[in-house]
């Protein structure tokens, strides 16, 4: 079956340094990623449609310089949390679509600020 | 506005009980409906869907859903659940190019 892959799986961080995290999709071509912020005993929120070759779209709410989406190819998207505070400490999920419109997650990136 | 509502949020049953999950919807076009499972320490994992055909669609490991138009009702049911069955899970409905996620319902099963 289709397999996104995330990496890295956890992350410490300095405040005020920025953090890259990754998202591939292995085996198929997903022209929409999507990135979703989880909160602890909460549900995902989505922040953004990443979309290859194109600017991302980001829900309301979330800054658009905070987190840098790109989306460079069919395999491949990256959220970037600029100048991290211990505020942006959260689980990072992102998500795959395919060509059957079917959504497959990644594992999920947990990063922490100090 | 594109939303999704589960209105359980934590269910706790005995083994071999019945359950259902309620989702309800809103969406002004074409929407595809999905449930996910998220089992304690794993991510995300996709349990069934629903494009078109068929309302009552099935899934993995047991589990069916029905899409209700005229309720913008998408429920997840299963006869009889297993202990491994304890997980959370949500709902979530695909636009045009847009996902929404329900709150989630925490599912704890009692041996």
């Known amino acids: 079956g289709a397999v996104v892959s995330q990496h890295p799986s956890w992350v410490i961080c300095k405040s005020g340094t920025s953090v890259k995290i990754e998202c591939r999709s292995l085996d198929f071509q997903a022209t929409t990623m999507f990135w979703y912020r989880q909160f602890p005993k909460q549900s995902l929120m989505l922040m953004a449609t990443s979309n290859e070759g194109s600017k991302a779209t980001y829900e309301q709410g979330v800054e658009k310089d905070k987190f840098l989406i790109n989306h460079a190819s069919l395999t491949l998207s990256t959220l970037t949390v600029t100048s991290a505070h211990p505020e942006d400490s959260s689980f990072y999920i992102c998500s795959a679509r395919d060509g059957a419109n079917v959504l497959t997650f990644g594992a999920g990136s947990r990063l922490t600020v100090l | 506005a594109q939303s999704v509502s589960q209105h359980n949020h934590h269910v706790i049953l005995s083994e071999a009980a019945s359950l259902e999950l309620g989702c309800n919807y809103s969406y002004g076009g074409t929407v595809n409906l999905f449930w996910y499972v998220q089992y304690p320490g794993q991510h995300l994992q996709l349990l069934l869907k629903?494009?078109?055909?068929?309302?009552l669609v099935k899934g993995i490991k047991g589990f069916e859903a029905e899409f209700i138009k005229s309720k913008f009702s998408f429920n997840l049911r299963k006869p009889s659940v297993q202990w491994s069955d304890t997980a959370e899970y949500f709902c979530?409905?695909?636009?045009?190019?847009?996902?929404?996620f329900g709150t989630g319902t925490k599912l704890q099963v009692i041996p």
């Open positions: 629903y494009f078109s055909g068929d309302p």
């Open positions: 979530a409905a695909l636009g045009y190019q847009k996902v929404t």
